[in-house]
């Protein structure tokens, strides 16, 4: 079935670096979460994205979804330690019911 | 306080016992969702709901059930549980199915040994 990839699995920055992670899917997709979780916490949403080519930021983070709606970028600039966590895609596949939730990205700051 | 809580946070079983997890929201959301979190596996869809009595089969939904008698309320039960289930829970709810983001519940630590 359809299946949402992320990369890298960890990434491990000093602060003040900048970090970015990716997401792919197979198929199409109508839209794209982003989640940020915390280490011991739950996911929290973000941001969705739903057109091809879109780019949305929140302060340090930019995000963007591809032209072909099958690949979604979070970059985030000049990392702090409140951004250790992990983030997570999801997507919807426009084909049918399917919504699926990438592995995510485990980010650590190093101070 | 509004949200949405789970309960209990932490809890240990014995394999083949019937163990439930709670999940309460204030939102009136009429979705609801049940996610499991393994390493390696990332969050995924147990059962979810779309208003009271009505539910649907997720990603991995063998072995668990699930009732919504009434909207802010959607528990899920391990009829029997096995070690292969010892996860984090997650319950989560939103205005939408799959069209916007959704809220997480703090999660639900089960271990059965």
């Known amino acids: 079935g359809q299946q949402v990839m992320q990369i890298p699995q960890y990434q491990h920055v000093q602060e003040g670096e900048d970090f970015t992670t990716y997401c792919n899917s197979s198929?199409?997709?109508?839209?794209i979460q982003w989640y940020k979780q915390r280490p011991g916490g739950h996911p929290v949403f973000l941001i969705q994205l739903v057109k091809s080519g879109e780019v949305k930021k929140q302060k340090r983070l930019t995000f963007q979804f591809g032209e072909a709606k099958k690949n979604s970028s979070l970059h985030i600039t000049a990392t702090q330690t409140t951004d250790v966590g992990t983030y997570f895609c999801a997507g919807l596949a426009d084909t049918g019911n399917q919504f699926y939730f990438g592995t995510g990205t485990s980010l650590t700051v190093i101070p | 306080d509004a949200g949405i809580t789970q309960s209990p946070r932490y809890k240990i079983t014995e394999t083949g016992r019937q163990v439930t997890l709670m999940c309460h929201q204030t939102?009136?959301?009429?979705?609801m969702f049940w996610y499991r979190q393994d390493l390696g596996h990332g969050l995924r869809l147990i059962y979810y709901?779309?208003?009271?009595?009505?539910?649907d089969k997720g990603e991995v939904p063998d072995g668990y059930v699930v009732s919504r008698s009434k909207t802010e309320n959607f528990p899920l039960t391990l009829e029997s549980a096995t070690r292969s289930q010892t996860s984090v829970y997650f319950c989560?709810?939103?205005?939408?199915?799959?069209?916007?983001?959704?809220?997480f519940g703090q999660g639900t630590r089960l271990t059965v040994v």
């Open positions: 198929t199409t997709l109508s839209n």
């Open positions: 709901s779309a208003a009271a009595d009505i539910t």
């Open positions: 939102w009136s959301h009429s979705y």
């Open positions: 989560a709810s939103s205005e939408s199915k799959w069209n916007w983001g959704a809220f």
